[in-house]
């Protein structure tokens, strides 16, 4: 059994008008769902097996009343009261007892947004979540791992989870309602916006390119209550013409340890080679990124250097101006369909 899911396009603006459904933008596992009997399949956007890794959403499914279904939804990982990528990516491991372990201590959450059983695909969005809000009523009640992801119909609504989940929340999905399923397609009736946003941060080290002895990457740090510089992700976006100059400069500043807190490796003493270690800096830069979302204690993607903030002190960067914006998004799925 599988089924390429439909994708989405990158959008900048999100589509607006009455023809339009909105979603949140999970950042979890896609994950097509097939059950027929006993037997259930999940399957990765990739089409990989992916049951191994979730035995607890497998179990789930398998507790629901209805034998046959095709489900499209996003495998998530709630860790005290969020939302957890690295757990995720902790699932993928080669030893069943690990998962077993795993799944226990935090059970997974598959979000589940599409309903393809028999005809449904070539149906349109509007019927299709009709029909899905009918089944997860029949079948998710008192079921632990199911949940439903809500829809907006007006812009408004969708635009209050960002401002109310804020970096939480990896965006919204904007769907045509007269929309068929395309299976593997990437159609504009399907549009992802990110809620980009900036911070500014401490240059706390950087690592050499792979290929030539000037810089690949910016490592970036942001300062706790207690005072410790903890590494929260890296910028690679760093223009060509600008890398020698901007090579020396650092070398320059070149000091252990870079970071206090939370480290991205084992620094090296200025080594000339290229490795998995970075050369550590003086707190003394501080430049302004853009990111789509912070989880975890750090921003989940790379981010696009955007200036150098000469006006602020290192002191300036400091977690609260993320924290503000990373409330959970599972105030949007707490309880179970009804």
Not at 56 to 82: C, M, N, S, T, Y
Not at 99 to 112: F, Q, S
Not at 319 to 328: F, N
């Amino acid at each position: 059994m599988t089924m390429a899911p439909m994708e989405a396009l990158a959008a900048i603006a999100v589509p607006e008008g009455p023809e339009w459904q909105y979603e949140p933008k999970w950042d979890g596992f896609r994950c097509i769902a097939f059950r027929r009997g006993s037997e259930v399949e999940l399957r990765s956007k990739s089409g990989q097996p992916l049951g191994r890794y979730f035995p607890d959403i497998v179990g789930a499914l398998q507790r629901v009343r209805a034998k046959e279904f095709v489900l499209d939804g996003e495998l998530v990982i709630p860790v005290e009261g969020d939302l957890s990528f690295n757990d995720l990516q902790l699932r993928l491991h080669p030893a069943a007892s690990r998962v077993n372990m795993l799944a226990a201590r935090h059970p997974a959450l598959y979000i589940v947004f599409d309903l393809l059983t028999g005809d449904l695909p070539r149906r349109p969005l509007s019927e299709r979540r009709a029909k899905l809000e009918e089944f997860a009523a029949r079948n998710f009640d008192g079921i632990e791992g199911l949940r439903l992801s809500p829809v907006a119909s007006s812009l408004r609504d969708a635009r209050k989870w960002l401002r109310t989940m804020g970096g939480g929340l990896d965006g919204i999905i904007a769907k045509r309602l007269d929309a068929k399923y395309e299976a593997g397609e990437r159609s504009g009736a399907v549009q992802k916006i990110k809620s980009l946003r900036s911070a500014d941060c401490v240059v706390g080290g950087f690592r050499y390119a792979s290929s030539g002895k000037v810089v690949g990457s910016l490592l970036l740090g942001l300062y706790d209550d207690e005072g410790l510089l903890h590494h929260v992700g890296y910028t690679s976006s760093i223009a060509s013409a600008e890398k020698a100059a901007l090579t020396r400069k650092l070398e320059a500043l070149r000091e252990l340890p870079g970071f206090t807190g939370r480290s991205p490796g084992a620094p090296s003493r200025w080594s000339t080679e290229r490795s998995g270690a970075f050369e550590p800096l003086a707190p003394k830069l501080v430049a302004e990124v853009q990111y789509d979302h912070f989880t975890g204690g750090r921003f989940r993607h790379g981010t696009r250097f955007l200036r150098w903030r000469h006006d602020k002190t290192p002191a300036q960067c400091t977690m609260r101006q993320v924290e503000h914006e990373t409330r959970s998004p599972l105030g949007l799925i707490t309880s179970a369909a009804r």
